[in-house]
């Protein structure tokens, strides 16, 4: 049988909050998470005490009551909440931190009644301690709880004070948003980086774009492709590197024996760089440098059989720069 009001009918229907859950589902695209990514971050005190802090933002958490398919509770958390972390004995403890919503309305839950149901409260931030130390997800100890997980910490032995490096953070985002272009570049002109001094050059010089990063962007994925490099004279050792804005990649190393003859060869290089806050919504030039090492004495071209492809992915995620 139908829910019989569907959002939204007018007149006098009453809407079930189980339809308004639903609507709330929809938008969040069936995921739970924090909205932002900065949001809910779990820090430590600039004092390390025997609490922690959540810092504020907006969340998505999903129905798991008994029967609450296609539900949704939509949580903000206006003001940095404090919650405290008990001191550590003899042993070890790892504790999780959690954003928790304790609905005693809704069908099977057992939530004792708030003092006054019209502001409740509803949602809290819980401690859940003694987990195990390699937990990762609250639905890993309390799988029934309309919950998300923000951080674990981990405390050592004879511990009262925590500090930032024993949270965890755990966030993931309701809705991660991506840019992805693709960029081309074929050499007009043959250019050459000849066996010379073991410095690193801005080889090849036409591989260089200029690119927009996202206000919202906290990682970046970047993958070149050098179809066609071509290598001459003797054997070839190099290494290659991505440099976006300040940002310097790893090491690709070229290690060609082939001698003295006249070949081609395709090299890949890959990083994911963590996008740091004051790069973001400004314009950051993306291109290469290459090292030609005097261990050997090859020289390296592009030209026009040489095809330089950068496939450039924004990605946000939760925020780990300090904030």
Same mark, same amino acid.
Request: glycine share 8%; net charge negative; aromatic share 8%.
């Given at each position: 049988?139908?829910?019989?009001?569907?959002?939204?009918?007018?007149?006098?229907?009453?809407?079930?909050?189980?339809?308004?859950?639903?609507?709330?589902? @929809?938008?969040?695209? *069936?995921?739970?998470?924090?909205?932002?990514?900065?949001?809910?971050?779990?820090?430590?005190? !600039?004092?390390?005490?025997?609490?922690?802090?959540?810092?504020?933002?907006?969340?998505?958490?999903?129905?798991?009551?008994?029967?609450?398919?296609?539900?949704?509770?939509? *949580?903000?958390?206006?003001?940095?909440?404090?919650?405290?972390? @008990?001191?550590?004995?003899? !042993?070890?403890?790892?504790?999780?931190?959690?954003?928790?919503?304790?609905?005693?309305?809704?069908?099977?839950?057992?939530?004792?009644?708030?003092?006054?149901?019209?502001?409740?409260?509803?949602? /809290?931030?819980?401690?859940?301690? *003694?987990?195990?130390?390699?937990?990762?997800?609250?639905?890993?100890?309390? $799988?029934?709880?309309?919950?998300?997980?923000?951080?674990?910490?981990?405390? $050592?032995?004879?511990?009262?004070?925590?500090?930032?490096?024993?949270?965890?953070?755990?966030? !993931?985002?309701?809705?991660?948003?991506?840019?992805?272009?693709?960029?081309?570049?074929?050499?007009?002109?043959?250019?050459?980086?000849?066996?010379?001094?073991?410095?690193?050059?801005?080889?090849?010089?036409?591989?260089?774009?200029?690119?927009?990063?996202?206000?919202?962007?906290?990682?970046?994925?970047?993958?070149?492709?050098?179809?066609?490099?071509?290598?001459?004279?003797?054997?070839? /050792? @190099?290494?290659?590197?991505?440099?976006?804005?300040?940002? =310097? *990649?790893?090491?690709?190393?070229?290690?060609?024996?082939?001698?003295?003859?006249?070949?081609?060869?395709?090299?890949?290089?890959?990083?994911?760089?963590?996008? $740091?806050?004051?790069?973001?919504?400004?314009?950051?030039?993306?291109?290469?440098?290459?090292?030609?090492?005097?261990?050997?004495?090859?020289? =390296?071209?592009?030209?026009?059989?040489?095809?330089?492809?950068?496939?450039?992915?924004?990605?946000?995620?939760?925020?780990?720069?300090?904030?």
């Amino acid at each position: 049988m139908w829910d019989t009001v569907p959002w939204f009918t007018e007149g006098q229907a009453e809407h079930s909050s189980e339809v308004a859950r639903l609507l709330a589902y @929809a938008a969040f695209g *069936g995921g739970q998470g924090v909205i932002g990514s900065a949001d809910l971050a779990v820090r430590a005190l !600039s004092s390390p005490a025997a609490q922690v802090q959540v810092r504020p933002g907006a969340c998505a958490i999903l129905n798991r009551a008994t029967g609450a398919t296609y539900q949704a509770y939509a *949580g903000r958390l206006p003001s940095a909440d404090t919650v405290n972390i @008990a001191g550590t004995g003899s !042993s070890a403890r790892t504790d999780l931190i959690v954003a928790r919503v304790e609905n005693p309305y809704s069908y099977g839950e057992t939530w004792p009644l708030p003092s006054d149901p019209t502001v409740g409260p509803y949602i /809290f931030t819980r401690v859940i301690p *003694g987990v195990p130390s390699t937990t990762t997800d609250v639905r890993q100890v309390r $799988p029934n709880d309309s919950a998300i997980t923000l951080a674990r910490v981990t405390l $050592p032995p004879g511990t009262s004070s925590v500090t930032q490096s024993m949270i965890k953070d755990l966030r !993931s985002m309701v809705i991660s948003r991506r840019d992805r272009v693709l960029y081309t570049m074929f050499p007009d002109t043959p250019s050459t980086l000849a066996y010379q001094d073991n410095q690193w050059r801005n080889w090849p010089g036409i591989a260089n774009w200029d690119i927009d990063v996202p206000e919202w962007a906290t990682r970046v994925k970047i993958m070149i492709t050098l179809a066609g490099l071509r290598m001459t004279r003797d054997n070839v /050792f @190099a290494h290659m590197q991505t440099k976006f804005g300040s940002l =310097l *990649g790893q090491d690709t190393v070229i290690d060609d024996d082939q001698g003295t003859g006249t070949r081609r060869s395709t090299i890949v290089l890959a990083d994911n760089y963590a996008v $740091p806050s004051a790069m973001r919504g400004t314009t950051q030039r993306l291109s290469l440098q290459t090292y030609m090492s005097r261990a050997e004495t090859g020289d =390296l071209h592009v030209d026009g059989g040489t095809s330089i492809i950068a496939d450039v992915e924004f990605v946000e995620k939760p925020d780990s720069e300090e904030l």
